[in-house]
């Protein structure tokens, strides 16, 4: 089992050490594609999963969810979390275990997911549709000093609402003169390059853990597709996700590491990349 670098209770006093200084931007990685981002004395959860949710759900099928690291932090101690956002539907991505513990000691919170997915999102958290924010391409959101805009995410495939609002989505989010990009889960789709270098992204925080359909699940960029895709957008720096959380979803980073030469910055679970 991995065990993260920081976890639970010294996780969180990095958090709030981090938090003192309010004029740097600071992200964490909590495991599959979740990450924590704070910018002055504001923090934001991108597709947090700090749960056993699917391994309970899947436990004694032929699909079993076995962990292979551990939990990097109780979702109960992020009382700094004034928003959690979630690109698609899967339970790795948009967790009720997960943001209900954190909306109990923080009931000011608020959840924010692609517009096509707020009816589920509330059926799933047993909240009122009007209580979560429906993203769109069309209109950035503005959380405190995050601005936040919608990109589509093709997993497998680009698939929209009857009203035109993506299935699955990436984040593209403006802070403090810096640029995020979580794709979300995706593959590489036509327009992609060209929709993402409007921005200079400095982070890109991608999938590496493949498209097998022997799997039975959507897939994602591989190790080398992302790294192929991070110098197409010239993204300063690139981070791999979405591995070492399931043990039949997983991959292996260093051919990433490989590829993605300067660019590339792996984080340890819990670790950190402030700029």
């Known amino acids: ?74 979702p109960a101690l992020l009382t700094m979390v004034s928003l959690v956002t979630s690109s698609h539907n899967h339970t790795d991505h948009l967790d009720a275990t997960t943001y209900s513990a954190i909306q109990r000691v923080h009931p000011q919170v608020q959840l924010a997911c692609g517009a096509a997915n707020v009816a589920f999102a509330a059926e799933r958290m047993q909240t009122a549709v009007t209580s979560i924010i429906g993203l769109t391409e069309a209109v950035p959101y503005r959380h405190g000093p995050f601005l936040i805009h919608v990109v589509p995410a093709a997993h497998n495939e680009l698939l929209r609402d009857a009203a035109g609002h993506s299935l699955a989505i990436g984040l593209v989010i403006e802070v403090a003169g810096r640029v995020i990009y979580h794709s979300g889960d995706t ?18 925080l991608l999938p590496i853990n493949g498209n ?59 670790d950190a990349l402030t700029f």
Not at 243 to 267: C, E, K, Q, S, W
Request: glycine share 6%; with cysteine; charged share 20%.
């Open 1 to 74: 089992m991995i065990i993260p670098a920081f976890r639970d209770a010294q996780f969180v006093a990095r958090v709030h050490a981090a938090m003192a200084h309010r004029d740097a931007v600071t992200l964490w990685w909590l495991g599959q594609s979740g990450y924590l981002v704070h910018y002055d004395g504001v923090c934001i959860a991108i597709d947090p999963y700090l749960s056993d949710s699917l391994t309970t759900k899947y436990a004694n099928t032929d699909k079993p969810h076995v962990r292979l690291s551990e939990r990097v932090v109780d």
């Open 187 to 204: 593959l590489r789709y036509d327009g992609m390059v060209e929709s993402l270098r409007r921005w200079h992204i400095d982070v890109a």
């Open 212 to 270: 097998d359909p022997r799997r039975g699940v959507a897939g994602n960029l591989s190790a080398l597709e992302a790294a192929q895709l991070a110098e197409d957008i010239d993204a300063t720096t690139v981070i791999p996700c979405h591995y070492d959380l399931f043990a039949f979803n997983t991959a292996d980073p260093i051919p990433f590491t490989h590829a993605a030469g300067p660019r590339a910055r792996v984080l340890a679970l819990g």
